[in-house]
């Protein structure tokens, strides 16, 4: 079974903290995302990386940005975190072996920023 | 762009009810489609997904979902409830060929009382 891996559920910061959060998947997926969820918009991607050291913008990118140095790792860094970035943060990976191939997700990252 | 309705925020059904979840997408061709599941304090699960072929999918868990193309619609359903399937449910999109954005709709919470 495929396992997604953030290392927090849940995290309390202040405005203007710079915030890391991490990802790790263990079947050598290709892609990994970073959605963000809230209530009543669904799932909406932040960045989305097909390789290490590569990245895309995804719909939502300002204040956000993101490294990948190793295929299993994927990470979301909040600059200058503010309070409109309170949210559930979800991270995914997929294999690219087929375009009907599944996103598999972590269990998310509640964070609150103060 | 690609998008997705899910007209229902919340809907509560009684347990051993059916149960039918509307989801329309907006694409000018048959996009890959998908039903996902999200248990509280849990990431996302795939539940069923359409490419191509029969209109009618099977999923996990007793949940079937049908690909109309008249009318851009891609419905979960479940003959029989059960308590456990409280959860969000989320329709989500992707084009096919190219690299693999999925685009999710809004959700739809379901309760399931006694």
């Known amino acids: 079974d495929v396992k997604v891996t953030q290392s927090s559920r849940y995290l309390v910061k202040r405005t203007g903290e710079k915030v890391f959060l991490e990802c790790v998947q263990d079947m050598d997926h290709e892609n990994m995302f970073w959605y963000r969820q809230d209530p009543g918009l669904g799932l909406r991607l932040i960045y989305f990386?097909?390789?290490?050291?590569?990245?895309e913008k995804g719909d939502i990118p300002e204040g956000y940005s993101v490294s990948r140095e190793k295929k299993e790792r994927f990470s979301l860094i909040l600059e200058s975190a503010s309070t409109n970035q309170t949210s559930m943060y979800l991270c995914a990976s997929q294999r690219v072996s087929s375009y009907n191939s599944p996103l598999h997700f972590g269990n998310g990252t509640r964070l609150t920023v103060t | 762009a690609q998008s997705v309705t899910q007209p229902d925020i919340h809907i509560t059904v009684s347990e051993g009810a059916s149960l039918e979840l509307r989801c329309n997408y907006s694409?000018?061709?048959?996009?890959?489609l998908f039903w996902y599941v999200q248990s509280p304090g849990q990431g996302l699960q795939l539940l069923l997904k359409y490419f191509s072929g029969d209109t009618l999918v099977q999923g996990i868990k007793g949940f079937e979902a049908e690909f109309k193309r008249s009318q851009s619609s891609f419905n979960l359903r479940k003959p029989s409830v059960h308590w456990s399937d409280a959860a969000e449910y989320f329709c989500?999109?992707?084009?096919?060929?190219?690299?693999?954005?999925?685009?999710f709709g809004t959700g739809t919470k379901l309760q399931v009382i006694p």
């Open positions: 990386s097909y390789d290490v050291k590569m990245k």
């Open positions: 694409y000018g061709a048959t996009p890959y």
């Open positions: 989500a999109v992707k084009i096919p060929g190219g690299y693999q954005k999925v685009t």
